[in-house]
């Protein structure tokens, strides 16, 4: 079956249809990242969004097990590729692309010159979209709804690292899965926690620091997340943001932030560490940055590529974040050492 992405201002794209049957609509995003699609499929950043992969071979390696996502499901609302292989070849596959597509109702199409797609959105911008199949839809702005809401667990859920371990309450505002494996690998205890969850009106719930995680969407959305973030700095707790939770920590601290013009998503942004010529190879997945570092900030890491604020420090309290993933998963592990750099903060504090 044929479909169609069809952008905004009208352009249109045909395509091969391998997934779903579904029509969806959201922000078309590309992502240069070159391995690592079922990692980044589940990455709950991705939600609203239909995306472009520009590395010309997908599905090659099939999907594996389910203990190996980022979440319980597929996170994007479609997925556009260059060439699709229906025929994976890797010990740990356990079902095709296509047919974890149509299981979980999403459209997967082939359109050849994703090169071209990926040049119109970086010329023009972030841009609406919508693939269509058997039935046309309107577009759709997820940037106007709080995604964090729908990819937040609704529950507490305690997991114990090891007797007498540090604890870390992890702000769950669509949180990857390898952010608890990092701590769990360093014995840590870890209480996640929905978005609007407030610690303080939950005495029995004892912490060390604090986690704010990855997600989708406008952290400017997150209110009550800014609101509890907000709380736990004026309580001087230890602080570890990432992606968006850089966004939140920034906001809560009287910063602010901007929509990129094309976002960062990907496994091979440079990030150079400010005060040194070195630079990390970091894996990204966000169309929102800082554009004011808070007043007792000072910038902790910045994009080689555009310059753009990677992470912020506090000069005299231990509150920090960073815009990469440091988790990887999908890509490089270079900065894995930022989970050992921040529970050094704990055990000075």
Same mark, same amino acid.
């Given at each position: 079956?044929?479909? @169609?992405?069809?952008?905004?201002?009208?352009?249109?794209?045909?395509?091969?249809?391998?997934?779903?049957?579904?029509?969806?609509?959201?922000?078309?995003?590309?992502?240069?990242?070159?391995?690592?699609?079922?990692?980044?499929?589940?990455?709950?950043?991705?939600?609203?969004?239909?995306?472009?992969?520009?590395?010309?071979? &997908?599905?090659?390696?099939? &999907?594996?097990?389910?203990?190996?996502?980022?979440?319980? /499901?597929? !996170?994007?609302?479609?997925?556009?590729?260059?060439?699709?292989?229906?025929?994976?070849?890797?010990?740990?596959?356990? %079902?095709?692309?296509?047919?974890?597509? @149509?299981?979980?109702?999403?459209?997967?199409?082939?359109?050849?010159?994703?090169?071209?797609?990926?040049?119109? $959105?970086?010329?023009?911008?972030? !841009?609406?979209?919508? &693939?269509?199949?058997?039935?046309?839809?309107?577009?759709?702005?997820?940037?106007?709804?709080?995604?964090?809401?729908?990819?937040?667990?609704?529950?507490?859920?305690?997991?114990?690292?090891?007797?007498?371990?540090?604890?870390?309450?992890?702000?769950?505002?669509?949180?990857?899965?390898?952010?608890?494996?990092?701590?769990?690998?360093?014995?840590? /205890?870890?209480?996640?926690?929905?978005?609007?969850?407030?610690?303080?009106?939950?005495?029995?719930?004892?912490?060390?620091?604090?986690? $704010?995680?990855?997600?989708?969407?406008?952290?400017?959305?997150?209110?009550?997340?800014? %609101?509890? $973030?907000?709380?736990?700095?004026?309580?001087?707790?230890?602080?570890?943001?990432?992606?968006?939770?850089?966004?939140?920590?920034?906001?809560?601290?009287?910063?602010?932030?901007?929509?990129?013009?094309?976002?960062?998503?990907?496994?091979?942004?440079?990030?150079?560490?400010?005060?040194?010529?070195?630079?990390? $190879?970091?894996?990204?997945?966000?169309?929102?940055?800082?554009?004011?570092?808070?007043?007792?900030?000072?910038?902790?890491?910045?994009?080689?590529?555009?310059?753009?604020?990677?992470?912020? !420090?506090?000069?005299?309290?231990?509150?920090?974040?960073?815009?990469?993933?440091?988790?990887?998963?999908?890509?490089?592990?270079?900065?894995?050492?930022?989970?050992?750099?921040?529970?050094?903060?704990?055990?000075?504090?």
């Amino acid at each position: 079956m044929t479909g @169609k992405l069809i952008f905004e201002d009208g352009t249109e794209f045909a395509g091969e249809s391998f997934g779903s049957n579904t029509s969806v609509a959201g922000e078309v995003v590309f992502s240069t990242g070159m391995m690592g699609y079922p990692e980044s499929l589940t990455d709950p950043s991705y939600k609203g969004q239909i995306l472009i992969f520009t590395y010309p071979l &997908i599905g090659n390696y099939g &999907i594996p097990d389910k203990r190996f996502w980022e979440s319980d /499901n597929i !996170m994007v609302s479609g997925l556009v590729v260059s060439s699709y292989n229906d025929s994976p070849s890797h010990f740990q596959s356990k %079902k095709t692309l296509a047919s974890w597509f @149509k299981d979980e109702n999403i459209p997967l199409l082939q359109i050849r010159d994703t090169r071209l797609l990926t040049q119109k $959105i970086r010329t023009r911008g972030a !841009m609406l979209g919508k &693939i269509v199949l058997e039935k046309d839809i309107k577009n759709y702005d997820p940037n106007l709804d709080n995604l964090v809401e729908m990819v937040s667990t609704e529950k507490v859920i305690e997991k114990a690292g090891k007797k007498g371990a540090k604890t870390i309450l992890l702000i769950d505002c669509g949180a990857k899965r390898n952010i608890q494996r990092a701590l769990f690998k360093r014995g840590i /205890n870890v209480i996640t926690v929905p978005w609007d969850f407030d610690p303080f009106s939950h005495p029995k719930i004892k912490f060390d620091g604090v986690l $704010i995680s990855n997600g989708p969407g406008d952290p400017k959305m997150a209110k009550k997340t800014i %609101k509890t $973030i907000e709380k736990i700095l004026a309580q001087k707790i230890p602080t570890l943001g990432i992606c968006l939770g850089n966004q939140l920590l920034t906001l809560a601290a009287g910063g602010d932030t901007k929509k990129l013009k094309f976002g960062h998503r990907s496994q091979n942004q440079p990030c150079i560490m400010e005060g040194s010529e070195r630079c990390f $190879i970091t894996t990204q997945n966000h169309g929102f940055a800082v554009s004011r570092v808070p007043s007792g900030f000072k910038p902790w890491f910045t994009n080689a590529n555009d310059g753009t604020n990677e992470g912020i !420090m506090h000069t005299t309290l231990p509150f920090m974040s960073v815009q990469f993933h440091p988790e990887a998963c999908p890509g490089p592990t270079d900065t894995e050492w930022i989970f050992d750099f921040f529970l050094e903060k704990l055990k000075k504090n």
